[in-house]
């Protein structure tokens, strides 16, 4: 498996570039991997998108659709798409420390 | 043509069948398309515009003649209520995935920045003006429109 030195540490990735093991996973690596995806700044919107991400993951096993984050998160379609520019799901999720979610919608 | 090292940058989907199943292919793969990041665009024609006229959208059926892959007979498929029947399960199946309604799916579609078009050949072919479409129909556009609009995408018909 790739390693990647992210916010001082090295850390193993899978195929697409997602963190192997959540417990990897802070809020500086977050910060970083956010970097890499072009946001500069994690606010609190972001923070709350990320979480709720995480919650569902531990619960279900996979990252939530973007109908059901945008029902249950209180982050509607339009400022989701502007949070995380091209590809919110996969972005958020990668953020989060998640795996690249399985779902078609 | 792009080569295969290329990633796609955008797409226009032309959607021209109004049964539920001939509508909701291209709403997932334009929805899908704007969550991996590439550019939209819907395009209704023909039949296809009764996913997105406010009076019809909300009653779109599943067709339970003519297909063979129902896995019914014929002369079953056209028993009155088998429509609204094979209708009803369908869409409970689709709920359960987490597939929105039609109009939910426009909303959402819209909201995450596809453009959504209707065929003017058609609307004028039906009579319809704008006011019968669903406020997410950006504008009724010609065909040269749809080409001027699809510059750089990949063209996919359903």
Known sequence: ?105 | MSNSNESIKKVSIIISRGSLEGVYPGLIMANGARMEGIDATLFFTFFGLDAIIDKRMDNLKVATVGNPAMHIPTILGAIPGMSAFATSKMKKEMEKLDIPPVREFIQMIHDAGCEIYACKATVDMFHLTKEDFCPQVDDIISVGQFYEKSAGAQIIFT
């Open chain 1, 1 to 105: 498996m790739p390693t990647k030195l992210i916010a001082g540490k090295n850390i193993e990735l899978d195929a697409d570039g997602n963190l192997l093991k959540r417990t990897d996973w802070n809020e500086d690596v977050a910060a970083e991997l956010a970097k890499e995806e072009g946001i500069d700044n994690l606010t609190d919107r972001h923070w709350l998108v990320i979480k709720y991400m995480q919650k569902e993951f531990d619960q279900k096993g996979d990252a939530p659709s973007i109908r059901k984050l945008t029902k249950e998160s209180g982050v509607d379609t339009k400022e989701l798409y502007a949070l995380f520019p091209k590809g919110p799901a996969k972005k958020a999720a990668r953020i989060a420390g998640l795996p690249k979610p399985k779902g078609c919608i």
